[in-house]
C-alpha cells in the first residue's frame, strides 16, 4: 500500500473514532466533561500505531525516519480533520459548545473559535509527535522488523 493510502486510511480512521466517541458522549450527556477528552489520545495512538505498523509490516519500509514520518503526518491529519468537525458542529449545529469549550480546564477563558482552534492544533500537534515518538520504540529496530515480516 503506497505511504500516502497508509496515511490517509489510518488519519480518517482516528477521525472517525474521536467524532464518535464525542457522538456517544453527546447521546450520553456527558460531553460537557473535559476529562473525557484525554481518551482521544487513545484513538491517536491507535491509528498512528496501525499507521506505522502498515508501513513497517506490509511494506517493509525499516527507515526510523520514514515511518516516524508516516505516524505523525497520519496524526497531523487527523487533527486538522477533527479540528474541521469541530468548526462545521460548532458553527453549523450546536453554537452553544463554543461556551462549553470555554468552561473547559483545558481551554479556560472566554476565547473566539479561532483562538480555540489554534489552542486545539498545538494540543494536537503535540499529541502527534508524542504518539508517532513513542509508537516508534516499538518499530526502531530493522533486525526485529524483518523478523515480524517473517512470522
Given at each position: 500500500m503506497k505511504n500516502d493510502q497508509i496515511v490517509a486510511k489510518n488519519a480518517v480512521?482516528?477521525?472517525?473514532?474521536?467524532?464518535?466517541?464525542?457522538?456517544?458522549?453527546?447521546?450520553?450527556?456527558?460531553?460537557?466533561?473535559?476529562?473525557?477528552?484525554f481518551l482521544n489520545l487513545a484513538f491517536v495512538f491507535f491509528g498512528v500505531q496501525n499507521a506505522i505498523k502498515e508501513s513497517a509490516l506490509k511494506n517493509g519500509e525499516?527507515?526510523?525516519?520514514?515511518?516516524?514520518?508516516?505516524?505523525?503526518?497520519?496524526?497531523?491529519?487527523?487533527?486538522?480533520?477533527?479540528?474541521?468537525?469541530?468548526?462545521?458542529?460548532?458553527e453549523l449545529i450546536n453554537p452553544d459548545f463554543l461556551a462549553v469549550m470555554n468552561n473547559s480546564f483545558l481551554i479556560g477563558g472566554d476565547l473566539s473559535l479561532a483562538e480555540i482552534v489554534i489552542s486545539?492544533?498545538?494540543?494536537?500537534?503535540?499529541?502527534?509527535?508524542?504518539?508517532?515518538?513513542?509508537?516508534?520504540q516499538l518499530y526502531k529496530n530493522p533486525e526485529k522488523i524483518k523478523i515480524k515480516m517473517k512470522a
Open positions: 480512521l482516528i477521525t472517525l473514532l474521536i467524532g464518535s466517541y464525542f457522538l456517544l458522549c453527546k447521546v450520553l450527556e456527558v460531553a460537557d466533561n473535559p476529562y473525557l477528552r525499516t527507515n526510523y525516519i520514514h515511518n516516524l514520518g508516516i505516524g505523525i503526518r497520519t496524526a497531523a491529519i487527523a487533527v486538522i480533520l477533527s479540528i474541521t468537525g469541530i468548526i462545521v458542529y460548532i486545539l492544533f498545538i494540543e494536537g500537534m503535540a499529541s502527534s509527535f508524542i504518539s508517532a515518538f513513542t509508537i516508534m
